[in-house]
């Protein structure tokens, strides 16, 4: 009954700003962890950002000073500032959360990025 809706994603040129949102709705869940991961055309999926109940956050070399993640945890949100986007930054971005006992994506979001 848990759901992750994404959206925020789409076309921008190198340099441009995005911010991807995830909420969370459905049956109310407690999540020890939510964050994003991203799957480029060809390439396997990889974590990009993942924040903690308490706000302790964690990202990938390739995006770090870059990218910002943050979580209302009120509202069951999470979100990731994209600043300074690169044409490699282009994937699909998925929403995660990770309950005590379960582990939940979204659907994914686009992003591209154009040179």
């Known amino acids: 009954q848990v759901r992750l809706v994404e959206s925020g994603g789409g076309l921008v040129q190198a340099g441009e700003s995005l911010r991807l949102s995830c909420a969370a709705s459905?049956?109310?869940?407690?999540?020890?962890?939510m964050g994003w991961y991203r799957q480029a055309a060809g390439k396997e999926r990889e974590l990009v950002a993942h924040?903690?109940?308490?706000?302790?956050?964690n990202y990938a070399d390739s995006v770090k000073g870059r990218f910002t993640i943050s979580r209302d945890n009120a509202k069951n949100t999470v979100y990731l500032q994209m600043n300074s986007l690169k044409p490699e930054d282009t994937a699909v971005y998925y929403c995660?959360?990770?309950?005590?006992?379960?582990?939940?994506w979204g659907q994914g979001t686009q992003v591209t990025v154009s040179s």
């Open positions: 995660n959360a990770l309950s005590a006992r379960d582990n939940y």
């Open positions: 459905g049956i109310i869940v407690s999540f020890n962890a």
């Open positions: 924040m903690t109940s308490i706000g302790i956050a």
